[in-house]
């Protein structure tokens, strides 16, 4: 979004909301995604209740901003500052990640057998999105009239148990490859690889003690080297 996009939203919102009196919370999901413009043309929003229309500053008090992300670097400090509360980053728990995936096993239409929730949730490694691709995995593996197991299923995926995938692999290999360190770009080029992709993986491989981020590049541990050990094939 833009600031002009930002604006535009704020002025739909107002019509749409009708009453004076409604109030409205607008979430900004992956606010870091946004252009430096478009976090600028929120810094008065939260911060005075104001916005920039075409015409000028225009009130807002009716207006809530809920901002999250995952790359709190990435947001201008200026606007981190703004936020009058800032909650930390939880990981997703091993009991919230199950429930997590028994719920998008009911939403698709799967039967896990008994315990394959938790075996599932540790292989997603916290990350909802990798749970998602198992219970998809899992789904299609009944359709096809295969037994649904965490083993089948991390098989077809290509997880390890305890949530490495072929991409956090890759990244791993290319690490140990050139010496044991190595810059974004060169990950991403030697990985095939887009450096944003690269960012997203890594962070579960940082979480992990596989690799280390320094000013220097992305340093293997001895935890990373002992992963492609136990998983040369994966």
Same mark, same amino acid.
């Given at each position: ?10 002025? &739909? ?12 919370? &607008?979430? +900004?999901?992956? +606010? ?16 005075? !209740?104001?916005?920039?229309?075409? &015409? ?5 008090? &009716? ?23 800032? $909650? $930390?980053?939880?990981? !997703? ?19 896990? $057998? ?7 949730? *540790?292989?997603?490694?916290?990350? $909802? ?26 098989? +077809?995926? *290509? ?25 974004? *770009? ?25 690799? *280390? ?22």
């Amino acid at each position: 979004l833009s600031a002009t996009d930002i604006s535009d939203e704020i002025m &739909w919102c107002d019509v749409a909301r009708g009453d004076d009196s409604t109030p409205v919370v &607008w979430l +900004v999901d992956e +606010v870091h995604l946004l252009p430096t413009s478009g976090q600028d043309a929120l810094l008065p929003v939260v911060e005075d !209740y104001e916005f920039e229309a075409p &015409w000028g500053a225009e009130p807002c008090p &009716w207006l809530t901003i809920v901002a999250a992300t995952t790359e709190r670097g990435k947001v201008i400090e200026p606007l981190r500052d703004r936020f009058r509360i800032d $909650p $930390p980053f939880d990981e !997703y728990t091993s009991g919230e990640m199950a429930r997590i995936v028994d719920g998008m096993a009911r939403k698709v239409g799967v039967v896990l $057998p008994e315990g394959a929730s938790a075996g599932l949730a *540790r292989a997603a490694a916290g990350v $909802p999105r990798q749970a998602a691709r198992l219970v998809v995995a899992a789904r299609d593996l009944a359709d096809a009239g295969r037994a649904v197991t965490v083993e089948s299923v991390l098989g +077809v995926c *290509r997880v390890t148990p305890d949530g490495y995938t072929r991409r956090h692999l890759d990244v791993l290999r290319v690490i140990r490859e050139v010496g044991g360190k190595a810059g974004l *770009r060169l990950i991403a080029d030697q990985a095939g690889m887009s450096t944003a992709e690269v960012e997203l993986t890594e962070r579960t491989l940082i979480r992990f003690g596989a690799i *280390r981020r320094t000013p220097q590049g992305r340093v293997l541990t001895g935890g990373g080297n002992q992963v492609l050990r136990q998983h040369p094939d994966l």
